[in-house]
């Protein structure tokens, strides 16, 4: 499922955390990595070569690295703006997903998820993991949440892009055993104040409706699989239920109208790709 995955880095210590978490993808199938540091110049061109020449030190520390944990590792150093870089470098190596970090000065050249990431979202036409990477008092970097798939989230909202989002959770599954949360919420900008009475029949047909997954990962081992059907705004409830509820990964679709009505990529899942503080596995639609 995973076999080969671009790893974005900038080579800065928060790249350096970030390339810890790529030996948690073994268990999912994992071979080679992609190693991309993107070289951009905006205001004063010619200056490429030199950066390059900087960058190559760093670039092979991480390439040792990689390699001893028992991976072929390819480096990339392209010149050109990042994010659509990383994409068309992401295509030239036909990769099956691609790890970029979010938060802390340091991934990317951004001080949160705002431009590369965000646009790299928006961009490719693969998986994307947003990797959480916390700046420490001490200057250090840490990855948030180490286990990665311990405990995972899976948001619905019955669209084509969360069923494709669900495919990759049953593979996820089947190699981890890990539990699972399958949480579609009632939309209450959609359909106002419920009457108690609609509500637990709205549950009743929802619940039905998602049977058929929770027993699907259930047959491939999972450890527990819950339903749950709050009633709310569909990214503040994933939101809080990353808070409360001791998740290590979100797996969702990054776009497509479902029963909710939601664009996810331009207001659920961009809510979840900002807030939310856990790593998070954004599966696109198919285009």
Same mark, same amino acid.
């Given at each position: 499922?995973?076999?080969?995955?671009?790893? $974005?880095?900038?080579?800065?210590?928060?790249?350096?955390?970030?390339?810890? $978490?790529?030996?948690?993808?073994?268990?999912?199938?994992?071979?080679?990595?992609?190693?991309?540091?993107?070289?951009?110049?905006?205001?004063?061109?010619?200056? #490429?070569?030199?950066?390059?020449?900087?960058?190559?030190?760093?670039?092979?520390?991480?390439?040792?690295?990689?390699?001893?944990?028992?991976?072929?590792?390819?480096?990339?150093?392209?010149?050109?703006?990042?994010?659509?870089?990383?994409?068309?470098?992401?295509?030239?190596?036909? +990769?099956?997903?691609?790890? +970029?970090?979010?938060?802390?000065?340091?991934?990317?050249?951004?001080?949160?998820?705002?431009?590369?990431?965000?646009?790299?979202?928006?961009?490719?036409?693969?998986? +994307?993991?947003?990797?959480?990477?916390?700046?420490?008092?001490?200057?250090?970097?840490?990855?948030? $949440?180490?286990?990665?798939?311990?405990?995972?989230?899976?948001?619905?909202?019955?669209?084509?892009?969360?069923?494709?989002?669900?495919?990759?959770? #049953?593979?996820?599954?089947? #190699?981890?055993? $890990?539990? +699972?949360?399958?949480?579609?919420?009632?939309?209450?900008?959609?359909?106002?104040?419920?009457?108690?009475?609609?509500?637990?029949?709205?549950?009743?047909?929802?619940?039905?409706?998602?049977?058929?997954?929770?027993?699907?990962?259930?047959?491939?081992?999972?450890? @527990?699989?819950?339903?749950?059907?709050?009633?709310?705004?569909?990214?503040?409830?994933?939101?809080?239920?990353?808070? @409360?509820?001791?998740?290590?990964?979100?797996?969702?679709?990054?776009?497509?109208?479902?029963?909710?009505? #939601?664009?996810?990529?331009?207001?659920?899942?961009?809510?979840?790709?900002?807030?939310? @503080?856990?790593?998070?596995?954004?599966?696109?639609?198919?285009?």
């Amino acid at each position: 499922m995973f076999r080969k995955i671009l790893v $974005c880095t900038d080579l800065s210590p928060a790249s350096d955390a970030l390339i810890q $978490c790529v030996d948690d993808f073994k268990i999912l199938g994992m071979e080679e990595v992609v190693l991309a540091h993107v070289i951009y110049v905006a205001n004063t061109p010619g200056l #490429e070569e030199m950066l390059a020449e900087e960058a190559r030190p760093g670039l092979e520390r991480q390439r040792k690295f990689l390699t001893e944990q028992g991976l072929k590792v390819v480096v990339e150093m392209p010149f050109g703006k990042p994010a659509h870089t990383l994409n068309d470098t992401a295509e030239k190596h036909d +990769v099956s997903a691609i790890i +970029v970090g979010s938060h802390g000065k340091g991934i990317l050249r951004s001080a949160t998820l705002g431009s590369v990431s965000s646009r790299l979202l928006n961009l490719s036409q693969r998986p +994307v993991f947003l990797a959480r990477i916390a700046l420490l008092t001490s200057g250090k970097c840490e990855l948030i $949440c180490p286990k990665l798939f311990s405990r995972v989230l899976y948001p619905t909202d019955f669209s084509e892009t969360a069923e494709r989002a669900f495919g990759y959770l #049953e593979k996820v599954v089947a #190699e981890t055993k $890990c539990p +699972v949360t399958i949480l579609h919420t009632h939309d209450e900008r959609t359909h106002g104040q419920p009457l108690s009475s609609h509500q637990e029949e709205w549950k009743k047909l929802h619940g039905f409706l998602l049977e058929p997954r929770k027993v699907r990962l259930e047959a491939l081992g999972s450890a @527990e699989v819950r339903i749950d059907l709050p009633y709310g705004v569909p990214s503040q409830e994933i939101i809080r239920y990353v808070k @409360e509820g001791n998740y290590s990964i979100v797996v969702m679709g990054s776009n497509g109208k479902g029963f909710s009505g #939601e664009l996810m990529m331009g207001s659920v899942a961009n809510e979840v790709a900002r807030l939310a @503080e856990v790593p998070i596995l954004f599966v696109p639609a198919l285009r």
